[in-house]
């Protein structure tokens, strides 16, 4: 298979948004550019599908292994980041008409943050992590300031833009750290000078907790998440669901690849002298605090930003089961005259369904408040929800739906999603198993705000007599509705397919 090939998902998007700069000066219509994004993410998503099924190994020259992997974990990634791109844009189509906000950079904003987000999650090497990282942030950070004459959008992009530089230069500094203690910013060179013992150990771990500190901040981890309320709040919702599904999970995979590349060797993985306390206490505290200060809110994307806190800590749970490696299963696999015991990254695997999930669930949400909000207006308050359910059942069905998944109720994919990565947990071992215990409780917790969403919308009258205004004639944003509704109930009730393709690109990564 030959470079451009392998390179093709990535070449796309670049391409793509070079072109919709140039086609911005002759669409006249939202919804032509909106299309024409939305071809050039399914194709890129298309192209990574092509790869992973009938892809065979790749020669690539070291100006591109050295920096950016082609195995099935970049692949999967691609799939989920383009996927919730494709859908983020079917929602702006039907929503920058309607509040008067056609302004074709939307759409290179969103191409280009995809394309950083797909470099950060395919990074092997310090140096592409960063460059991806900035990549998909400065367009974010534009996106969330894409209203330019609320003020409260712009107050959340310049919050959004402040941490995010601090943190950047925190991540910076830990990547020079650790160049400074190996010699080295290829992933798998740092991990086998750290494991042959050649480290300076006190700079290793500082650059640890820098770098973690540093990713911590791009899926809004406690106590690195004080950017996330504002600008969910302030952002438009198609930028709210872009950002929440592509950030997280770029910022995820590269996690993943830091911590079980760089930072693999026994000692640094260790359950009770490793990184793994670390991500265990990031992770309690962020499920225990993003589901309590959800509770008080009274805007329902400020909710939902809570709630995308809780959910952060849930994934950085299956992150912390991750460092127990791979585990036999039991089963054997028969190739040709040999068989083997099939190994899985049980931790691995459930970060990556469970983003999957959160995904289509999220979009779900935010594409139903879409449709809730008339004419220049959002839907924002749960006032605004009120009598939603009795007066068009039609759009309180698929936000029904997407809240359901987030709570984790069954038969949805966020309820797989949630079992899996406790599952993780318990099977990491006895050092883990308060992880999954403080995970069900919080659950419970989340599950009193979600409800109270739905008692708003199926057992309020609204304050004033004045009829929902729903603008109906967003297709797009129905089609995404579709979309999303479908994969929900799908992942939920046949999830084994979806969590093979977890299991296949975990396995491809050094552990």
Known sequence: MSIWLAMSPLLTIAIGGMAVMMLDSFFRENTELAAFTTVVLLVSMGLSLALWFGGGPVDMPPIVSGYLATDKMGLLFDVLICGGGALSTLLAGGYLAEHDLERGEFYVLTLFSAFGAMVLARSVDLLSLFLGLETMSLGVYALVGFRRTSSRSVEGAVKYFLLGSFAAAILLFGGALLYGATGHTNFEEIGKVIAAGEAEVALVSVAILMLIAG??????????????????????????????????????????????????????????????????????????????????????????????????????????????????TGRTLEVGSQSAHVLVNTGMSSVMYYLMAYTVSNVLVFGSLILVGSRGKEAVSYEDLAGVGRRHPMVAVPFVLGVLSLMGFPPTAGFVGKYYVFQAAVSAG????????????????????????????????????????????????????????????KMGITPASYLQFAIEAARQLVA
């Not at 359950?271 to 225990?288: D, K, L, R, S």
Request: proline share 5%; glycine share 8%; aromatic share 12%.
């Open 215 to 328: 990713l911590a901040f791009k899926v809004s981890a406690v106590p690195f998440h004080m950017w996330t309320p504002d600008a969910y709040e302030g952002a438009i919702t198609p930028a709210t669901s872009f950002m929440s599904v592509a950030v997280k999970s770029a910022a995820f995979a590269v996690l993943l690849r830091v911590l079980l590349v760089c930072f693999g060797d026994e000692v640094l993985r260790n359950a009770y002298t490793g990184w793994p306390p670390v991500i265990a206490a990031f992770a309690a505290v962020t499920m225990v605090y993003g589901n309590l200060a959800a509770l008080g809110q009274q805007s329902v994307k400020r909710m939902l930003a809570y709630s995308s806190i809780a959910h952060a800590g849930y994934v950085l749970v299956g992150v912390c089961a991750a460092s127990k490696g791979y585990v036999d």
């Open 430 to 489: 006895g050092g883990m198993v308060w992880l999954a215990v403080i995970g069900v409780l919080s659950s419970a917790v989340g599950a009193y705000y979600y409800l109270r969403v739905l008692v708003f919308m199926f057992m309020k009258e609204p304050q004033t007599n004045a009829p929902v205004a729903i603008p109906m004639r967003s297709g797009s944003v129905v089609l995404a509705l579709l979309v999303s509704g479908y994969f929900v109930l």
